[in-house]
């Protein structure tokens, strides 16, 4: 008996001495937007490694690009479906973050009966500045809070013109020619460079090719609308100073009823008859193709970006050619869309929110996991110079592209080629100089007007993109527009984001 006691003593210790079998790792899976990636197996191979390790997660991307993200995003969360354990989202896309986080698509991270955030993101929390946590507070399904994580890309916005210096000053053009010249001067210049483009390629050339909401945002200064994400209203910024109201005070305006606005698409409709723009932007089907492929192709001179500091020198890089940005202000502004501007949420339906929490964390804090999301591997994607700036290989870095302001906090990656080691202080020196609208903190809430706003959204959709990109005749499709707008009751809820602007403003 004491032998086989002692046998079954060593037994036990033996199988003591044994670890225990780690639990699978468990995988999540995330929906990201903008993003060029065909090959992504070798960096999933090392980073699903990383994570196994310190947070017991694996993660699936799926990549979505600047065409189809709406739909996949729009398709899964009024399905209810579970595909998605995070989703991207913001104040522009089809899963706009406000009105979504309202609808219950998103899980509340900040949650006092199971707050996520304090628990598991801790760390993330502490990264990422005040105001930006401060600027993703929306009222939700479960209360006011926090319903995304904000991307630390920046905290401001910089609604920029994008031009081809390169091409430019190919045709003895400078940039000061056509910061002065302004948008309603640009006709010379276009003429010149699609004539000497065309003469000597034989092909058509666009010198003008762009986002046609920004556009109109960067020549009236009408920054997005929380809440908005459809383009029905528009508050006017004080072009001095943005910090004050602006010449409407602070109200809103419908925003196809304006004399601004019409200035504005009569000269974009006299740049489209004379063949500066290419018509492929004025189609909702390939108006963001042409556009981003365009700029990815340097066959345009002047674009838009809604940019961020520092972002010439990858554009440059990407491109081959010198890339500059004309900010539309004097200096970034801070509103709700710009904190909003790129965001990651767990979607309330997936089965593992504490995990994903655990990644959200990880990435936004972990230099080698945000580095290898977004750059790939160091020796294959890209190699470190003398330095410490990254060097893509141009060849990897085709197949592996994802959009870096997408992903999280940029902050805390390394420089690239010609940003200089010390970016990231000047980046944050640079953000630091910004102003708060004064409607910062604002979300227009439109529920109460569900069926008046999608009447709205439906008669603005016929014509909107035809105004933004020239391709209306202005004087007949203009005043359809409003007319339609108005039988349809746009000042009905013209009037409700003014009221509850009023009692925002008050409070």
């Known amino acids: 008996m004491k032998k086989f006691l002692s046998l079954l003593l060593a037994a036990m210790m033996l199988l003591a001495a044994i670890p225990a079998m780690a639990d699978s790792p468990v995988e999540i899976t995330i929906l990201l937007e903008g993003n060029n990636v065909t090959d992504d197996a070798a960096v999933l191979e090392q980073l699903n490694a ?14 979505g690009t600047w065409s189809n993200f709406n739909d996949l995003a729009l398709n899964a969360v009024n399905s209810g479906s579970d595909e998605y354990d ?11 973050y406000a009105p979504y986080a309202q609808k219950g698509a998103f899980v509340r991270l900040d949650d006092p009966d199971d707050n996520l955030l304090a628990e598991y993101g801790k760390e993330l929390a502490e ?14 399904i479960d209360g006011e809070g926090i319903y995304a994580v904000p991307g630390f890309k920046d905290f401001a916005q910089m609604n920029t013109w994008d031009v081809n210096v390169t091409l430019l000053e190919k045709y003895g053009y400078t940039l000061e020619d056509v910061e002065k010249a302004g948008f309603y001067g640009w006709g010379d210049i276009f003429a010149t460079v699609k004539a ?22 960067n020549v009236n200064l009408t920054p997005a609308v929380a809440g908005d994400g459809n383009s029905v209203l528009s508050y006017y910024m004080n072009a001095e100073d943005a910090a004050q109201p602006g010449p409407n005070g602070n109200a809103f305006v419908s925003k196809y009823s304006t004399p601004e606005f019409e200035k504005y698409a009569k000269q974009m409709h006299e740049y489209y008859l004379a063949g500066y723009i290419d018509p492929a932007i004025a189609i909702g089907e390939t108006a963001t193709d042409a556009w981003r492929n365009a700029q990815n192709t340097a066959r345009y001179l002047i674009s838009t970006e809604v940019s961020l500091y520092g972002y010439e020198v990858t554009t440059s890089a990407q491109r081959g050619i010198q890339v500059a940005y ?15 501007g790129a965001m990651m949420a767990i979607s309330a339906n997936s089965a593992h929110p504490v995990e994903a929490m655990k990644f959200l964390n990880i990435l936004n804090t972990d230099a080698y996991v945000m580095t290898l999301m977004n750059y790939g591997i160091e020796g294959v994607h890209y190699t470190l110079n003398d330095n410490g700036e990254v060097v893509f290989n141009a060849d990897a870095r085709a197949t592996y592209s994802p959009w870096t302001n997408g992903l999280g906090n940029v902050t805390i990656l390394p420089p690239q080629e010609g940003q200089g080691a010390d970016f990231q202080e000047r980046f944050a020196a640079f953000y630091a100089g910004a102003k708060k609208l004064p409607i910062y903190g604002f979300t227009f809430d439109k529920s109460s007007l569900d069926t008046e706003f999608a009447t709205i959204v439906n008669i603005k959709d016929q014509y909107a993109l035809r105004l933004f990109t020239g391709a209306a005749d202005v004087d007949t499709e203009l005043p359809e527009l409003i007319q339609k707008l108005n039988d349809a009751g746009i000042q009905k809820i013209v009037d409700e984001a003014n009221a509850q602007l009023e009692a925002f403003l008050a409070d």
């Not at 065309?198 to 556009?215: L, Q, R, S, W």
């Open 50 to 63: 990383y994570l196994a390790e310190k947070i017991g997660v694996t993660v699936k991307p799926v990549w």
């Open 86 to 96: 995070i989703m991207f989202t913001c104040s522009w896309t089809s899963n706009e």
């Open 127 to 140: 990264a990422l500045p005040a105001i930006l946590l401060e600027g993703a507070v929306t009222d939700g």
């Open 196 to 217: 000497g483009e065309e003469a000597e390629t034989g092909e058509t050339f666009y010198p003008f090719i762009f986002e046609g909401a920004v556009a109109e945002r």
């Open 326 to 340: 004309i900010m539309s202000t004097d200096s970034p502004y801070i509103d709700n869309t710009s904190v909003q």
